[in-house]
């Protein structure tokens, strides 16, 4: 590990798949790391898979609940003393076109998707002033571009880009603002369990220009770029990791 001993990370929905690996990742290099998410199971395996000497520390919250919230982040100021990153990873898919999407799901999908986005970030705002730190939303290639039958995904995912434009500005020079955009991801989310010759995995490398699909290490070592010194002129960065998928214009190969 790295002597970057007096760091703490909050990372939420880290206790599986791209949350978990970020957590591993700032705990390598040093850091306190707090994995926030609904399922103490969940955090706590990651909190157990640290490496030796490594401390984090799993706490339970629904992000959708501002009280919960505010409460969790006064207690992480109240018990470490200070914050210098937050990563805004929590979200889950959702699936079905507008006509299919019941208000219900629809409302449910933003309280996840981008709801937990503002409530985190809201929350977190004065400490990560106080250490001029930064924050981190991991939004999604889905944020970026439409897909079929993920309507209310599209949509909040959208809506993290220009939240992440908008809080970069109003929050400078402070604390910087960015998000990766990770896309088709092994072991997280409805890929969990899925192996790369899995014929949908597959299709997916097909299309991809790096000619495979990622893996939730691959998607945590650009957050901890985005986090750390070496980024400190970038804010408001918008950062595909989808293995140039973003870069083609969606038509088919015409020449050899």
Do not use: C
């Not at 591993?24 to 640290?50: P, Q, W």
């Not at 000497?53 to 919250?61: C, E, M, Q």
């Not at 970026?144 to 109003?170: E, F, I, P, Q, S």
């Amino acid at each position: 590990m790295s002597a970057d001993t007096e760091r703490v990370v909050v990372v939420t929905g880290g206790g599986s798949g791209i949350g978990a690996a970020i957590a591993r990742r700032f705990a390598v290099e040093g850091a306190t790391v707090v994995v926030v998410g609904r399922t103490r199971e969940k955090l706590d395996r990651t909190a157990a898979g640290a490496p030796v000497g490594a401390k984090v520390l799993a706490r339970t919250a629904d992000l959708t609940v501002p009280d919960q919230v505010d409460t969790l982040f006064a207690s992480i100021k109240a018990e470490l003393g200070r914050l210098d990153v937050l990563v805004n990873n929590a979200g889950a898919p959702a699936f079905g076109a507008v006509d299919a999407v019941t208000p219900d799901a629809w409302r449910a999908a933003m309280a996840l998707n981008l709801d937990a986005v503002f409530h985190a970030s809201r929350a977190a705002l004065g400490p990560l002033r106080a250490a001029r730190g930064s924050i981190v939303n991991v939004g999604s290639t889905g944020g970026l571009g439409g897909d079929y039958g993920m309507a209310a995904y599209n949509a909040a995912k959208g809506a993290v880009v220009n939240l992440t434009r908008a809080m970069a500005l109003d929050h400078a020079p402070q604390v910087r603002v960015n998000a990766v955009h990770p896309g088709f991801t092994l072991g997280t989310g409805i890929t969990a369990g899925l192996a790369a010759e899995t014929p949908v995995v597959k299709a997916f490398a097909e299309r991809i220009p790096l000619g495979r699909v990622a893996f939730p290490e691959e998607i945590a070592s650009v957050v901890a770029f985005l986090a750390g010194p070496q980024a400190r002129y970038v804010t408001g960065a918008q950062l595909p990791v989808d293995g140039g998928l973003s870069a083609a214009s969606g038509q088919p190969r015409i020449v050899p």
